[in-house]
């Protein structure tokens, strides 16, 4: 069920952002329209992420067999895919929010990479 609602949430979220990105300005959008191109942004990159760690880790872990003898690696499971994408998909809507109040320097670009990396191992920590 958490796949196609995915899914589901990532094709909507991008049809609203074409529509929106095809049909207004910045200037005519207004506050709640740039939010909204904000969270169609955010979900259709969260849907994007997560199919793609899925499927590298399920790949990754189907090619170590052959390389590793003792324990092989094991895929993500779709809902840890999900929790880790939750994170890695908000990295770049930060930048671009960054990017949009001023210039992105190293310091900004260090704390998104600070924020992903203490998400990351939070999220680790959880599922365990």
């Known amino acids: 069920m958490l796949k196609k609602t995915i899914a589901a949430v990532t094709v909507i979220g991008i049809i609203v952002l074409?529509?929106?990105l095809n049909s207004t300005t910045p200037a005519?959008?207004?506050p709640f329209g740039i939010l909204v191109i904000f969270i169609c942004a955010y979900l259709s990159s969260l849907g994007v992420v997560t199919y793609f760690l899925y499927?590298?880790?399920r790949l990754i872990a189907h090619l170590s067999v052959s390389f590793t003898v003792k324990k092989p690696l094991t895929a993500l499971s779709f809902?840890?895919?999900y929790y880790y994408s939750t994170i890695l998909a908000a990295?770049?809507?930060m930048l671009i929010g960054l990017q949009s109040v001023g210039s992105i320097g190293v310091y900004g670009f260090i704390l998104v990479l600070l924020f992903v990396v203490i998400g990351?191992?939070?999220i680790t920590k959880r599922i365990q």
Do not use: E, F, N, V
Request: net charge positive.
């Open 18 to 20: 074409a529509i929106l």
């Open 28 to 30: 005519t959008a207004g």
């Open 55 to 57: 499927a590298m880790s």
């Open 79 to 81: 809902r840890s895919a």
């Open 91 to 93: 990295a770049p809507i």
């Open 120 to 122: 990351c191992l939070y």
